[in-house]
């Protein structure tokens, strides 16, 4: 099992390493420059360093976690892209349909593949789905999302490049902003933020503030008018219920995660 300090998850499952830019938010891939790391080091799963692999032995690992968990499947990778076999996909599927005590948290920027093979996809309530949406050319992946069969949609806005005017929050159950961090991190407007919370508002949909982010992001830190902002979706599976990752406090109706996680950026 590999705990994830990504404040919106408890753990990360790889079985698809690898990557390549498909928009203007993969510039400053925080997975590829930890691929190369790794590779580095002689980790066999990142030989060929960030070039796309699929991995059938890290295939069975959520099935012997018995603790349940939020688990972030492909932090280093993209499920839904082009490289990954369809049947590898299905296998993935799988596993996590198998694994039903956790909950399985997808992302992607890939929204059209995602699309594509929906029908084919067997989703269960314990399989999250979203897309991340960096800027205003890239709102169409919420419609696309959308039309999925996944019975938990979320938006990632990270890394947020730019405002995003006003955008449709139907049927999406929970949104996440972050800013970008690291070297060559651009700037987040805390304007572009407020709009994007005050629609989550309007729309009573949970909101979770993840790191204004910069090349000194802990300095920056994650407040947001002054809290934090931890909202997970209402409608949470038997093992979010049930674990000790979810609480519910006041004042908000959300489930909030604990605040004491540290901030790692995530991939897609």
């Not at 976690?65 to 990954?84: I, Y």
């Not at 989703?123 to 039309?147: F, P, Q, S």
């Not at 009573?204 to 982010?213: E, H, M, Y």
Request: proline fraction near 6%; aromatic fraction near 10%; glycine fraction near 6%.
């Amino acid at each position: 099992m590999a705990k994830s300090t990504i404040e919106w998850t408890g753990s990360t499952w790889n079985p698809v390493t690898g990557c390549t830019k498909v928009s203007a938010g993969c510039r400053n891939c925080y997975a590829e420059r930890m691929a190369r790391r790794l590779q580095a080091m002689g980790q066999p799963n990142y030989s060929n360093g960030f070039k796309v692999a699929v991995h059938e032995h890290v295939l069975p690992l959520p099935l012997q976690w018995r603790k349940p968990q939020t688990v972030f499947v492909n932090s280093m990778s993209d499920l839904l892209h082009e490289h990954v076999p369809k049947e590898f996909i299905l296998k993935i599927f799988n596993v996590m349909n198998q694994a039903a005590w956790h909950t399985f948290q997808v992302l992607t920027k890939r929204s059209e593949r995602l699309l594509d093979l929906d029908i084919t996809l067997p989703w269960r309530k314990n399989i999250w789905m979203g897309v991340t949406v960096e800027d205003k050319d890239n709102l169409y992946r919420i419609a696309h999302l959308r039309k999925t069969g996944a019975s938990t949609k979320f938006l990632s806005f990270e890394p947020l490049l730019g405002p995003l005017g006003e955008f449709d929050l139907r049927d999406i159950d929970w949104v996440i902003v972050g800013g970008e961090s690291g070297y060559g991190a651009r700037p987040m407007d805390p304007s572009w933020v407020v709009n994007i919370h005050e629609q989550c508002v309007k729309s009573n949909v949970p909101f979770f503030f993840k790191q204004w982010g910069g090349v000194r992001k802990k300095e920056a830190g994650r407040e947001l008018e002054g809290r934090t902002w931890d909202e997970m979706p209402r409608v949470l599976s038997d093992t979010i219920a049930s674990s000790a990752t979810a609480r519910e406090t006041s004042p908000s109706s959300f489930h909030h995660l604990p605040s004491g996680k540290k901030s790692e950026p995530c991939r897609t």
